[in-house]
Structure formats: C-alpha cells, structure tokens
C-alpha cells in the first residue's frame, strides 16, 4: 500500500483545497497519472501517483481543506483490495511549554527578527499574537512555523463566516429561485482578499499619461515576420514595455522599492510580473532578471506563461519574489483604468487599449495611435515628482525605441 499525501506546495503555501479527484475508490492508476487537483492560495497543482495500483480509502473529499503533508488516500497494488481502516489521527505537536509556564508574549516595543517579520508578512498571522520561546519572550522563527502549522489544522468552523467576509442579505422568494450560487475558489478567495489588503494598507495613488505608439508599431509591422522566423515566438508590445520598465526602474528606484517594517528595500535587480488573466482568476506569473534578457527573450517567456497559466501549470516559484508588475487591461478593451498594486511591491503600470486619436504634432493635426498609461503606487514608498518622472520615462522609451536598444 503507497500513501497519497499534499506535495510542498510551495514557500509560505501551508494548505491547498481538494478541487476535485480525477479517480474514484476501485480505479487502476498507473505511476505518475494525475490522482487529484488541488487548488491554493496562487495556483492550481495536480497530484500524480506515486504508484502503480488501484486506488484504495480516498481520505480527503472534495472541497476539504488540507494541510501540507496530510494523508489524501491509499494506493493498494494489484487488483481492487479491501479499503483499508481510516488512518490513526495525529496528535498535533506539543507545545513549547506546559500552560503553566507557557512563554509570556514580547514587548510591543522588541524588534522581531528578519525572518518573522518575514514570515509574518507572508501568513497573515501577526507575530504580537504568538508566544514566544526566545530569549525575554522573543518570538522565533520556530514559534511562527509552529503557529502557522496550528493554524492550519484548526478546524474551519461551518456557516461561520470570517469577520472579513460580505455575506448578502437574503433575495426575494422569486429572485432567489433564479439565482445561481457557486462557492469561490481559493484563488479567486485569495484575490479578493489581497487586493482589499492593499487598499487598505497601501496610500495607493495613480498617475496617468499617454504614449504615441507609431514608432513601436511600424518597428513590429517591420520586423515580426523575420522575428518570428528567428525565434519562435510573435514580437508583441509587452517586451518593449517590459524593457522600457525596466530603464525607467533603473533611473526612479523608488519605484523598484518595498516596506518593511520601518526600513525601505531598494532592488538593485528586476523581476517583472506579467498579469495573466485565465478562466479561474488573474495570475501573475514573474519574469526574473529582466534587465538581462533580450526583448525575444522576455517575448518567449511571456508567451510560455500565458500558455500554461491558462492550462493551470504554473509553478509556485514561478508565481513569487517580483519587484514590479505590468497588466494589460487593452487586450480586453479597457481605455481607461486604475490598476491595484500587487503586494508587496510599491508599483503596477496598467497598459490599455490603442486608439487612434487626432494629436498635435508641429503644428498641425495628425492622426496617431495612442495608448493611456496608468500608474498605481504607494505613496509611503514612493513621491509624486517620481511617480510622474518613471511614467515619463517609460513614455520616452517607447516613443524613441532606438532608447531600448542603446540603453538609454
């Protein structure tokens, strides 16, 4: 008999919801056949058998939240066996100390050390909350692990909604009748969490501008064929975007900047996040070191994601560590829109759909093709005169491509 248990999902992932199992009790399963989808808080993994056999005791149901580790199902070898007895439930894990001499909580004033104000940060769970073990009280990265682990054993209460969570006053008889109610996925859960987060964290503030995109556009029209030829890959806007980020990134690094308790984090590297719109929410998969990488480069890499973004195989590493992001609400249409920052970074350029719009151009009425740029940031990190000076910077860059070549 082979257990099915939760991978390690992931850094700061502790717990993933069964979306749905691909087998039942009794199937043959052949090694390394997906068993199980699970859904957490970033993306959607499947579960492969460890095994070749017949699926035993499926442990974990449909829509149970589980814990990294815990025990999904059996496999048994051969032919359909007798399903096994449920397994023995495992105590969880002693305390540091008896409740008599239960550590005493820090100071509210006694600095934390990096790694919990780390972990902190990326649970949710606030380390003034949780006993610690060190010396005089201090809180240890043991004691957050220990906690988080706590947390997600702890049993989710039934019809008791979180003190965050909107619950609707109930419909008319006759309303209700045609309504369609569908629970929320953990990732679209985690979405509308994270983003009310920000706004309630972040002094969000966006700046606009427009970009004139003749050049950009007869640079593509010239060259997509042969580029395509020669890489693989379509030569879209996004990589002169995401280099024209960049150099602006390098000139305003404030922008490239977070908070961290009471210390600011300058980047001195470039991680851009590409938002990626799929069927069960908005990922945002993360380009690394784009400072080093060609425009087809970041072309292939954007195009890879989007592919298996929307086919859900995405990693978890491949969803973290990002210094700024860029999304594209103009392949849907938008002209106009104020992007939500992507926590825990300071900056988001929004891009938007492009139009054709009489401009001044020396004198006399042109008809150009004109693109609206969106600035959100957090005012905390970053001041007014450099949002405006990123933003500028990125409209000359994309204005005068010869810029993103030269390095200019």
Same mark, same amino acid.
């Given at each position: ?11 700061? &992932?502790?717990?993933?919801? =069964? ?16 068993? &199980? ?35 999904? #199902? ?57 006993? #610690? ?7 240890? /990265? ?57 706004? $309630? ?48 990134? /390098?000139? =305003? ?11 600011? =984090?300058? /980047? $001195? ?127 000359? $860059? ?11």
């Amino acid at each position: 008999m082979t257990e099915i248990r939760v991978p390690t999902l992931g850094e700061s &992932v502790t717990e993933a919801t =069964i979306g749905r199992w691909f087998k039942k009790a009794g199937d043959a399963v052949a090694v390394d056949e997906p068993l &199980v989808e699970l859904e957490t808080d970033k993306v959607t993994i499947e579960v492969p058998a460890p095994s070749a056999g017949t699926l035993g005791d499926i442990i974990a149901k449909d829509g149970e939240t589980v814990a990294v580790g815990a025990l999904l #199902g059996q496999i048994n070898e051969g032919a359909a066996a007798k399903p096994a007895a449920a397994p023995a439930k495992v105590a969880a894990p002693a305390p540091a100390a008896t409740p008599a001499a239960a550590p005493k909580a820090p100071p509210s004033d006694m600095p934390l050390a990096p790694s919990v104000r780390k972990i902190s940060a990326e649970s949710g769970i606030d380390a003034a909350t949780v006993p #610690g073990s060190g010396k005089d009280g201090r809180v240890t /990265k043991g004691d957050m692990l220990a906690a988080i682990e706590k947390a997600a054993s702890a049993p989710t209460p039934v019809n008791q909604p979180a003190a965050s969570v909107q619950v609707r006053s109930p419909s008319p008889a006759d309303d209700a009748a045609r309504e369609e109610r569908v629970k929320m996925t953990r990732l679209r859960q985690t979405i509308a969490r994270r983003l009310k987060d920000v706004q $309630n964290t972040a002094a969000m503030l966006t700046t606009f501008n427009e970009v004139d995109m003749t050049n950009i556009m007869a640079m593509r029209a010239q060259y997509k064929d042969v580029f395509e030829k020669k890489h693989g890959s379509k030569l879209g806007f996004m990589g002169f975007f995401t280099k024209a980020c960049v150099q602006a990134l /390098k000139d =305003i690094p404030a922008v490239n900047a977070e908070i961290d308790g009471t210390d600011l =984090i300058y /980047k $001195n590297y470039y991680h851009i996040g590409v938002a990626v719109g799929t069927d069960k929410g908005l990922v945002v998969p993360v380009l690394h070191d784009c400072d080093h990488k060609s425009i087809a480069d970041i072309e292939k890499g954007i195009a890879d994601f989007g592919r298996r973004a929307r086919d859900g195989q995405l990693k978890i590493d491949e969803m973290q560590g990002g210094t700024f992001t860029i999304t594209n609400g103009g392949i849907y249409g938008s002209l106009m829109s104020t992007p939500i920052l992507n926590a825990p970074q300071s900056g988001i350029l929004g891009m938007h759909k492009i139009q054709e719009r009489p401009m001044a151009i020396g004198g006399k009425v042109e008809i150009r093709p004109m693109m609206y740029l969106a600035l959100s940031y957090d005012h905390r990190v970053i001041d007014g005169k450099e949002a405006v000076t990123f933003l500028v910077r990125v409209k000359e $860059n994309l204005e005068d491509p010869a810029r993103l070549v030269l390095d200019l």
